[in-house]
């Protein structure tokens, strides 16, 4: 079923002044209920205004951005619950806490939906759990947290609004390598437990591999290419002369096959070890 629709969306950045700059070109993309779409394109190339555009954070200067098959500006007034329903986590978001506790900072955004002590207590708790951080965090000042700890703060309060679609920019982007296996798990684990529509920005091939259903390619504020991580990563020469990287599996199995070899494309390391058994006939034996 579609979910968000974006049609001849685009954007120009400094419109009438002498920089403006075209970031967003004619850009038509469906993104479906329950899937899981990474947004993946060199730096520039648009991914941030795009998204920007799902939750009406910006404006269309051209086009339309389409929820549940209305227009999201069609009434201004229903723009507020339309925030509610797509939850969006910009880049680096725990610069944005400013409560005195955890507990405050994640019951913002239910307080605001205007829902009662109950439920605003459960959803607070709720997040947190999904974000792997224990009660006792609740009272604490955000401000006396690690990074990655605040980043999580910053994400349950997002997730305490059960947005209909979370679309997040550089979910763990800034964060040491244990700290993003960490985070990424945590979001993985919470799309398997919600079911959740997620829209989500990565420079990380890996991660884009573990997670992503479907994968919209940007270049140059357009869309360069979409479909699954299969199809995608098929085109691994491309993607790197646009200055994208693959999963370095798929690299690997990509100069094995320009050396001679015929193996399958494959872009996770399970599937690799699979097609290793098959191409040296059957599993290993453990004599
Ligand atoms: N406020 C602004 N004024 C003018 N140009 C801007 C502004 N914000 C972004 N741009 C330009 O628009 C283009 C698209 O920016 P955007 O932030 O959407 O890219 P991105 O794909 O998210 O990049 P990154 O991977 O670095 O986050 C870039 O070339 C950028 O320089
Ligand atoms: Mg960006």
Not at 14 to 29: R, V
Not at 172 to 187: H, W
Not at 247 to 267: A, C, D, E, R
Request: hydrophobic letters at 40%; proline letters at 3%.
């Amino acid at each position: 079923m579609e979910k968000l629709k974006v049609e001849n969306l685009s954007y120009i950045y400094s419109k009438g002044t002498p920089f403006e700059y075209l970031a967003l070109d004619k850009i038509n993309l469906t993104i479906f209920q329950g899937e899981t779409l990474a947004v993946i394109g060199h730096t520039g190339s648009g991914k941030s205004t795009l998204i920007g555009h799902l939750n009406g954070l910006f404006k269309a200067q051209e086009g339309t951005v389409i929820f549940e098959g209305k227009d999201i500006w069609a009434d201004k007034n229903d723009l507020k619950n339309i925030r509610f329903k797509i939850g969006l986590c910009f880049q680096y978001p725990e610069y944005q806490l400013f409560e005195e506790t955890v507990y405050k900072d994640i019951a913002f955004g239910p307080k605001n939906m205007g829902l009662d002590e109950k439920e605003i207590d459960r959803r607070v708790r709720q997040s947190l759990e999904y974000m792997g951080l224990e009660e006792r965090y609740l009272t604490r000042s955000p401000f006396e947290m690690s990074g990655g700890q605040k980043r999580k703060v910053a994400l349950a309060g997002i997730l305490a609004m059960e947005p209909d679609i979370l679309v997040l920019d550089e979910p763990t982007a800034g964060l040491d390598p244990a700290a993003r296996r960490n985070l990424f798990e945590l979001i993985q684990n919470y799309k398997e437990k919600s079911g959740t529509t997620i829209v989500f920005v990565s420079h990380s091939m890996e991660d884009v591999a573990k997670l992503a259903d479907r994968i919209v390619v940007m270049n140059h504020g357009k869309i360069e290419m979409q479909g699954t991580p299969e199809k995608i990563f098929e085109h691994a020469e491309h993607l790197m002369e646009i200055g994208l990287s693959v999963p370095s599996v798929t690299k690997i199995f990509l100069k094995l096959n320009q050396s001679g070899y015929h193996l399958k494309p494959v872009y996770r390391v399970d599937d690799a070890v699979r097609v290793i058994q098959n191409a040296l006939g059957g599993a290993a034996s453990h004599e």
